[in-house]
């Protein structure tokens, strides 16, 4: 399909918006060396400065494109950078400088369908907590809060917080705590702040009016939470013993299936493995990654394959392929879904 450029790809441009009345000039093209794709050049008619076709595309400036769906699959099917590596021959660096570009273009593209979304309205949505840690399991510990709306299992919103250091029993341990402290500082508790924002992106999402139901364990900091964010909104808090069976008729099941999802498809979320988090920031681009896949790509279940999260709660009536997903940059995806 013919490609028309939405506006001017700098950000300091007065064209910078999407218009269409944008003005360019064709001043050529050329031919990729990594897949002989044909890519047109542009200039912009305000700022004068030059852009391409490739300008817009996720894989800017990547060598190895032809890689890159297969790369994606794997990270979102529990398998390590360096396994993912080895089959498929290229280096670790070329799986690596992949995760911080398809976790924020995930996380972007995510806020602009549901700021376009036409379906908000009030329901039902489970909040819960995952643990696991970056670089050291007792020093180093983490929450991964996860919101989702419990019938479609659409995941609202995800973050990731530092937790304090575990209590440590031995000398070795106990040293090896003083010396972290000195270098990093002293761990504090992020949990709270985290939470917060996972409330506060939905009470952006929903419409202003009618009740909320929110069902969540019986941490003591929920309710709080939920009143310094919702302030004086109508709120059904339900609450359930995380000790609970955990069987369908478990109001926590949505949300319990969700994170046991997300631990079998995030390869750092893995418990006792070598493929941990190093830093916290790769593990919630990771999240961000899978999230997106789970939402806009997947299925509901292998039942309604056919159906998205995203299809069934009414943010996106069509459901993506992985190759359209990674096609543009989160800014002007939805303006080139199309071409």
Not at 35 to 40: I, K, S
Not at 123 to 140: I, K, M, V, Y
Not at 282 to 293: E, F, K, M
Request: proline share 5%; glycine share 4%; charged share 30%.
């Amino acid at each position: 399909m013919s490609f028309t450029p939405p506006s001017c790809p700098n950000p300091a441009c007065a064209a910078s918006n999407p218009s269409a009345t944008f003005d360019f000039v064709h001043i050529g093209s050329y031919a990729r060396k990594c897949d002989g794709r044909v890519v047109q050049r542009y200039r912009c008619s305000t700022c004068d400065r030059g852009f391409s076709d490739q300008t817009f595309r996720l894989d800017y400036r990547l060598r190895r494109p032809e890689l890159d769906q297969r790369i994606y699959e794997a990270f979102v099917s529990k398998v390590s950078h360096r396994q993912t590596a080895r089959i498929l021959h290229t280096k670790r660096r070329t799986v690596e400088r992949r995760i911080a570009r398809w976790g924020e273009h995930g996380r972007l593209l995510h806020a602009l369908l549901l700021a376009a979304s036409k379906a908000r309205h009030t329901g039902s949505f489970s909040l819960d907590e995952a643990e696991t840690f970056e670089t050291d399991r007792r020093l180093c510990p983490l929450t991964v809060p996860v919101l989702i709306e419990r019938e479609t299992r659409f995941v609202l919103h995800v973050e990731s917080a530092p937790l304090p250091a575990r209590k440590v029993g031995t000398p070795a341990l106990r040293q090896r705590k003083l010396e972290r402290e000195k270098a990093n500082d002293r761990r504090r508790n992020g949990s709270r702040a985290a939470v917060k924002a996972c409330f506060e992106a939905l009470k952006a999402w929903a419409i202003e009016s009618g009740a909320l139901e929110i069902v969540t364990d019986k941490k003591r900091t929920y309710p709080a939470v939920l009143r310094e964010v919702f302030g004086k909104r109508e709120l059904r808090h339900a609450v359930t013993s995380s000790k609970a069976v955990r069987d369908t008729r478990n109001p926590l099941f949505a949300i319990n299936h969700t994170l046991a999802m997300l631990r079998d498809g995030v390869s750092r979320l893995v418990r006792r493995t070598w493929a941990h988090a190093k830093t916290r920031a790769r593990l919630l681009h990771h999240l961000w990654i899978y999230v997106a896949w789970r939402n806009y790509v997947r299925g509901v279940s292998n039942i309604r394959k056919h159906e998205t999260p995203a299809m069934a709660l009414g943010v996106d009536p069509e459901r993506w392929t992985l190759a359209a997903w990674m096609r543009w940059r989160a800014p002007w995806a939805l303006l080139l879904r199309n071409q």
